[in-house]
């Protein structure tokens, strides 16, 4: 029997560009989430932002399946448990709270009535715990009232659950099998909603199992199945095709090209970016660009629901609205980069190192 060692418990190099690729989507999303509380999907240049958690969830297949296939046999489920929450829920935690200051002293509303001390605990703790609790209706029953975003993290967790108990020991061929049962999910929603937007509102609760379901498994199946393509596309190049689906206009087809999009677009541009040409000299923006785009993704949101009271209290015009927008996310990114050096980055480093400490030698 194998016994778990700090050895086994080492980071694999990462694929630079596929992180690189991660920030723009980041971004995409956080500008998708500035414009949505503005304008209809039919006036917002970047009506497809949305679609961003959907290329996370397929990267997040491949990576999983990188960084643990050939060790999570040795290092058991606990352990395996135990470095996906360091890794994932301190930001869960920091976006809870950051959410619930954002509710309590949000300067453009008034307090809202009906919600008693009992109550705001009981979503904040729904918030940290990941316990889907949607009953805001001024916040659209959102799973997660307080941070949005922990919608996809909630099904990234019963993606990991799925991985540490069956996906790991599953051939490729069945795999296979698995990713296109999956894909019905994807077109059945697509056919019943119109769109594949659903999975963060407690009415759209299962559309979030197929999404993740199709785009975890494929991003799964083409590491597995070493579907990497090799290319000189470059960082600017995927990122160039990255953000066309973003602008992709919101239409009456979307019921369509939404579904193909996830199907079969964003696995191949993450095997083009798994198989991307790396230019050695931009390795340190990479590396940025993918350590910050999760500490952004969860903490923007608390900001987003001020400035979308802001925006309903004021009706700035377009110009002041743009200048708001372009500022904010400047200032997002700040701030994520704060949160990512002061305060994500040491307590992995120390939670990881007393984690290491109960290992044997």
């Known amino acids: 029997m194998e016994t778990t060692t700090p050895e086994i418990l080492k980071t694999k190099q990462h694929f630079e560009i596929l992180d690189g690729l991660r920030g723009v989507a980041a971004l995409s999303v956080v500008c998708f989430h500035f414009m949505e509380m503005v304008y209809p999907p039919e006036k917002n240049f970047i009506a497809h932002g949305f679609l961003a958690v ?96 922990a919608w996809s993290l909630f099904w990234e967790y019963v993606a990991n659950i799925f991985y540490a108990f069956v996906l790991w020991r599953v051939k490729p061929k069945l795999l296979l099998v698995l990713t296109l049962l999956a894909a019905f999910g994807i077109c059945f929603i697509a056919y019943r909603s119109g769109n594949v937007i659903g999975g963060w509102s407690g009415g759209t609760f299962w559309d979030g199992s197929a999404r993740i379901s199709y785009s975890f498994l494929a991003g799964l199946l083409v590491y597995r199945s070493q579907w990497i393509i090799k290319n000189k596309l470059g960082f600017t190049g995927l990122s160039i095709l990255l953000m066309l689906v973003f602008v992709m206009p919101f239409n009456k087809w ?92 040491p307590l992995r480093k120390y939670l990881t190192s007393k984690r290491k400490q109960g290992l044997p030698k």
């Open 254 to 345: 979307v019921w369509l090209t939404e579904p193909l999009v996830v199907l079969f677009y964003f696995p191949l541009l993450v095997a083009l970016g798994a198989g991307a040409v790396l230019k050695p000299g931009l390795r340190k923006f990479y590396q940025f660009a993918g350590n910050i785009s999760y500490p952004l993704y969860m903490t923007h949101y608390a900001v987003i629901w001020a400035y979308g009271n802001y925006y309903t209290a004021n009706k700035p015009a377009t110009a002041q609205l743009t200048l708001i927008i372009i500022v904010g996310m400047i200032v997002m990114v700040a701030f994520a980069y704060l949160i990512m050096v002061f305060y994500d980055m």
């Open 54 to 149: 959907d290329f996370f969830f397929c990267l997040s297949g491949f990576v999983i399946g990188y960084a643990y296939d050939d060790r999570i046999s040795k290092m058991g489920v606990i352990e395996f448990f135990k470095s996906r929450i360091i890794r994932l829920h301190p930001l869960v935690v920091l976006g809870s709270v950051l959410g619930l200051l954002a509710f309590l002293f949000d300067p453009f509303v008034v307090f809202p009535n009906g919600y008693s001390a009992g109550k705001i605990a009981l979503i904040f703790l729904s918030s940290v715990l990941l316990i889907p609790y949607p009953v805001m209706q001024e916040r659209a029953f959102n799973l997660f009232s307080f941070n949005a975003p």
